[in-house]
């Protein structure tokens, strides 16, 4: 059975930090949040709703049996309520377990599986399973999984002697994959648009300085213009054409005389 993760108000931890457990194992599951009044909540395998009938506080103590196995997650009062998390009980008292995370993993992290007897924590020749079929076949008694990426999400098994566990769902959660997604398909727009705002931005100064330019070389042709035919420059012009003509007469009368 496998719930959504989903966004929640609060967190469940599981104790031991395993999906898989054996019968009559003390698992204790604790509701973490900003409320006080937590329940722990259970839809088990044959699709029946129930809660939790010893919970201590925020948390559920249960001495597990076949029947436990099944889907778990806090709720409150209010309908606020945690992401929820898959508990299996082995039934078979002599098989092993799959020691895996009870919570996702994230996206580039290490992770290890492991095979486990309830008389002998440490196995090794073991078979490890993904999705049914067979990927690590030696002496080594784990599976290390250096970094995590999606396409390990998935159902995982051992074997140890020709016995199997049950098999386990590993979630793989990704963060805040749509927003590095539209940073990255965003990126060639923002240069585009930078790029034309500083190719326009030239144009505009290039265009201004031209502009003054003009401007500057107007007022000075109006200048020069202005200071040609203005009163004092006629003036000028008349007193030197009298002084000329002045200076005519005195010389003629040189000659007369």
């Given at each position: 059975m496998?719930f959504?993760d989903v ?12 999906a ?7 698992v ?5 949040g ?5 329940r722990?909540?259970?839809?088990s395998?044959?699709?029946?709703l129930?809660?939790?009938?010893r919970m201590?506080?925020s948390?559920c103590?249960i001495?597990?049996?076949?029947s436990d196995t099944g889907?778990y997650w ?5 309908g606020e309520f ?6 299996t009980?082995?039934?078979?008292g002599?098989?092993p377990i799959l020691?895996?995370p009870?919570?996702?993993v994230?996206e580039?992290?290490?992770?290890s599986l492991?095979?486990?007897?309830r008389?002998q924590k ?9 999705n049914d079929?067979l990927i690590q076949?030696?002496?080594?008694g784990e ?5 995590v990426s ?5 159902f995982?098994?051992c074997?140890y ?7 386990s769902?590993?979630?793989v959660k990704?963060?805040s994959?749509?927003?590095s997604g ?5 990126s060639?727009?923002?240069?585009m648009?930078?790029l034309?705002c500083?190719v326009?931005l030239?144009?505009i100064?290039?265009l ?6 003009q401007?500057?070389?107007?007022c ?7 200071e040609?035919?203005s ?5 000028n012009?008349?007193v030197?054409?009298?002084e ?7 010389q003629h ?5």
């Open positions: 496998l959504p966004h929640s108000a609060a967190s469940l931890t599981v104790s031991p930090d395993r898989q457990h054996f019968t009559s194992d003390s204790s599951l604790t509701c973490e900003n409320l006080t009044e937590w722990v909540r259970k839809f395998e044959d699709g029946r129930s809660d939790c009938r201590t506080g948390t103590n001495k597990t049996s076949k889907v806090c709720e409150s009062g209010s945690s992401s929820a998390v898959n508990i009980v082995q039934n078979d002599n098989g020691v895996s009870v919570h996702p994230t580039g992290a290490s992770v492991s095979c486990s007897l008389t440490i196995l090794s020749n073991v078979f490890f399973y993904h079929k076949n030696d002496t080594r599976l290390k999984i250096s970094a999606k396409s390990d999400e998935g995982y098994k074997q002697s020709g016995r199997e566990s049950a098999q769902w590993m979630s990704v963060i994959a749509a927003v539209a940073d990255s398909s965003s060639p727009v923002w240069l648009v930078g034309v500083g326009s030239i144009i100064l290039l201004l300085l031209y502009l003054c330019r401007s500057k070389y107007s000075f042709t109006r200048s020069i213009q202005s040609s035919h009163p004092g420059s006629s003036t012009h008349g030197n054409q009298n000329t003509h002045v200076y005519g007469s005195l009368g040189q000659h007369l005389n």
